[in-house]
């Protein structure tokens, strides 16, 4: 079943590849993704959570001569990402709609592909595979940002690749290290992430390992100060990219915090996580008071996407419950909203053609539909309860205080700047003077991809347990280990 | 001891190809001889394809008294070397068309006499065979890159290669003099059985041995004539020399210091790995603001050769596997990537430069589609072929405990992502018209289905791997 979600969009981009109509291919891709979304409901719907673990587990041999296999699944954690991915997907579609209006067949097949990586990186079960989708996603990437992003695109477009790539050196090799390492001592050569998570490494080795991996993550999350691609990535990006940029990609990096640091270097995640609480905090603080000054709106999400990751660190560096949950719970959340405040800034970018705060001013007059939404997701952003951030944010900065309580007062100061700029930024673009003659209110397509999103925001600020509810067995096996 | 002649059949079936190809060439009109010719070599190739398959054996076996031993090593790397040369061939049949030369059955059969010296050096067990070998592949090589009409890049390149490469050829001989005079024999088993100390004349042996076949693969401080030679010479003989000869002289290579050198195994590994490291990073770096893409090709199989050299650090068995895995990638990038320049190649060397593939994607998808496939292939991007050759290399590097140069060849990698991706960002991104030469079916069809092996075999690396296990096994075998 999940190598069907995995496969679907790659199938997709082949038949974009081979549709001659410029103008069909955007219904494939909204067909493709929408029904990779509703397979993924349904996987939703029927994982077990009163038996916990990876279910849906499908494998068999791929390169048997070095004991590596096909191995994709789902337990709680996955699942969350597997649906959010698919999600945003299916929502990046109706975003690039207008946006994207040349190179449409390179553009829908490259996010079909896209779509499959990102995909494979949530559900691998085995270390090299992870690795192979964990790259293979860079190419599409890079080439929508720099064929359809703006002005300085090549440049971001390289930054991006290269800088993620650099990083990821020391991931290749600390895998094949820990693999080496496993088989020597126990005389089993694989790849197998769930073997190789029982194993108990030496500290001293631990440490090492710990860093290899922690610098290939934290480029991709980003922490501070590794985060400098981010800004350029995000501005120069298409919005459709950028959609996918904040909602997924930034994800994998504390994905795989998760999933591999936690669970193979238990002692010396612990050892170091002070050094993510000084990090995570300065990414808080520090990105709030830069997104504080910044004139381009985009760069201003940008920049609060740098500020919400780190909330997302220190919860998952707190060790606790609530820190790990919360942090879980805020990744998916950041996603949809930071999704739909690409979505809205790219609505407003291809009406006025400007990204300038400056040159904005009494949208809300022209537009209410899309003012009441994006106050909805500024609101969201900011961490209003009632929204799904609050419950993200709050759980993150207990399990900050319960970790260390300096954390949690400095993680809170952040949220205040957070709403300073957002609420600022709402203010010179929806309010004030008009400055604009005409604006162009939603139409249904873009009503319906933000309302659906909006929908899920409150409903998951009051429900939070629909979510909640899948990573509780995750998390206490989790902790059980450390 | 006996003649064993049949062990050989598919060197001399290549060889009697060429000569027959001297005669017809006399007898034919020139303006069939292109056609022609292209056809009879893609046959004889392809015919020599099944006559290596039914002539390896798995248990290595000698001939004409241990001068040459097959095993499946020698098998595998002749397959490899035989499809390099009928893609070459394939190539040269569109190239041709494009590019006066007088010579066009010399063009060809100087080829098949290339292919019969790279053959025949896989299976050298003998110096003597080995040199003979090696200088009728490179001396078939020089010849070639001069053979085109005013082209005086290539008549340079030549000149250049030939001086260069008889200068290695001389250093290489002179260490086998030595050891000659060491052990009074040539043949490599016997040879073995003298060289287990450390004397003064074997370690000069060994370094001048060393340093002729860096020369030959092109590796620092030997890669001085690469970017130059590569640069000039005509595209599809930049291809030979790009896949055939590395090919050749890295199982050459292997061949010759498993055995005789085996004692000293450490010594040469730790030697090769140096350079190698040294390698990768002067051929990234040098690469980095190349504006003609052959020549960055160049700099880049300096780069690649110096990472399969630091593979020969590990333990044998590993070092092997993993030299023989990512020559199979190599040969299909490269092979694929100079199908591919000269694809776009136009009269007075249009399209071999980067500003000449702007906006390739406007003109031709499909080709700017492939461009990604095989310039992310030689940067190592999965899940594409030269990303496991990359991962084959790091795992035996880290079994060797070398994590170190596994993280520096690593990095190497990273820098050189940079100008694998220009072409990309060129092709993509840059506005501006792209050279585009009416395409030759043949030529396309060749590159087609080597980029279409780029992608599968990056998906499903299991049949090469298996191939290079039991190449590895039987090569094992051998010096055991």
Known sequence: MVSVILLLPLLGALLVAFCRSEERVKWIALFTTGLTFLLSLYILFNYDISKGGFQFIDYGSWLPSFSIRYKVGVDGLSLIMLIMTTLISFIAVPSAWKYIDRKKKLFYGLLLLLETAMIGVFVSLDLLLFYIFWEAMLIPMSLIIGVWGGERRIYSALKFFIYTFAGSIFLLVGMIVLVIVYGSVTGNFTFDLLQLSQFKLPLELQKWLFWAFFIAFAVKVPIFPFHTWLPDAHVEAPTPGSVILAGVLLKMGTYGFLRFSLPFFPDAYKLYAPVVFVLGVVAIIYTALVALVQEDVKKIVAYSSVSHMGFVMIGLFSLNVQGIEGAIFQMLNHGLVSAALFFIVGAIYERLHTRSVERMGGLASFAPKLATLAMLFTMASVGLPGTSSFIGEFLTILGGYRAAHWVGYLMALGVIFGAAYMLYMYRNVFFLEPKVLSFKDLDAREFLALGFLALLVIWWGFNPEFILKFVHGYTASLLGGV | ?480
């Open chain 2, 1 to 480: 001891m006996e003649l064993n002649v049949k062990l050989l059949f598919p060197e001399f079936f290549v060889l009697a190809a060429a000569i027959t190809g001297i005669l017809i060439d006399l007898l034919l009109p020139k303006r069939v001889k292109n056609g022609f010719f292209a056809t009879f070599s893609v046959f004889v190739l392809f015919a020599s394809v099944f006559l290596v398959v039914f002539s390896s054996p798995f248990v290595p076996e000698e001939a004409f008294n241990g001068f040459v031993k097959k095993d499946l090593l020698t098998g595998f790397s002749q397959i490899l070397i035989l499809f390099s040369s009928l893609i070459a061939v394939f190539v040269s049949y569109g190239f041709l068309k494009k590019f006066d030369t007088d010579h066009v059955g010399e063009f060809y059969y100087t080829l098949l006499f290339a292919v019969f010296g790279a053959m025949l050096m896989v299976s050298a067990n003998e110096l003597a065979t080995l040199f003979v070998s090696l200088e009728v592949m490179s001396i078939s090589v020089y010849v070639l890159s001069a053979l085109f009409k005013k082209d005086y890049r290539g008549k340079e390149a030549a000149l250049k290669y030939f001086i260069m490469g008889s200068v290695g050829a001389a250093v290489i001989v002179y260490g086998f003099a030595l050891l000659y005079g060491i052990s009074g024999s040539t043949n490599y088993g016997d040879l073995a059985s003298y060289i287990s100390t450390y004397s003064f004349p074997v370690l000069l042996a060994l370094a001048l041995v060393i340093s002729g076949f860096l020369f030959k693969l092109g590796a620092v401080p030997f890669h001085g004539w690469t970017p130059d030679v590569y640069h000039g010479a005509p595209t599809p003989v930049t291809l030979f020399m790009g896949a055939v000869v590395k090919i050749a002289a890295f199982v050459a290579l292997l061949k010759l210091f498993y055995p005789v050198f085996l004692p000293l195994t450490q010594k040469w590994g730790e030697v090769f790995a140096v350079i190698g490291v040294v390698s990768a990073f002067v051929g990234a770096l040098m690469a980095l603001r190349q504006e003609n893409i052959k020549r960055m090709l160049a700099y880049s199989a300096i780069s690649h050769t110096g990472v399969v050299l630091t593979a020969l650090v590990s333990v044998p068995a590993v070092s092997v596997f993993s030299v023989l895995f990512y020559l199979f990638a190599y040969a299909f990038m490269t092979v694929a990537a100079f199908g591919f320049i000269s694809l776009l190649t136009e009269k007075g060397f249009k399209g071999e430069n980067l500003s000449d593939w702007r906006n390739l994607y406007g003109k031709s998808p499909f080709l700017a589609l492939s461009l990604v496939v095989i310039f992310m292939s030689l940067a190592g991007i999965p899940p594409l072929f030269g990303f496991w050759a990359k991962f084959y290399v790091l795992v035996a590097l880290v079994k060797a405990g070398k994590v170190g140069i596994a993280v520096a060849i690593l990095i190497a990698s990273a820098i050189s992502l940079y100008f694998y991706l220009r072409p990309v960002v060129y092709a993509f991104m840059k506005e501006g018209e792209a050279v585009l030469p009416p395409i030759e079916p043949f030529e396309f069809g060749a590159v087609a289905v080597t980029v279409f092996f780029l992608i599968l075999f990056g998906i499903f690396p299991e049949l090469i791997s298996q191939a290079s296990l039991f190449a590895l096994s039987s090569f094992l075998r051998g010096i055991i």
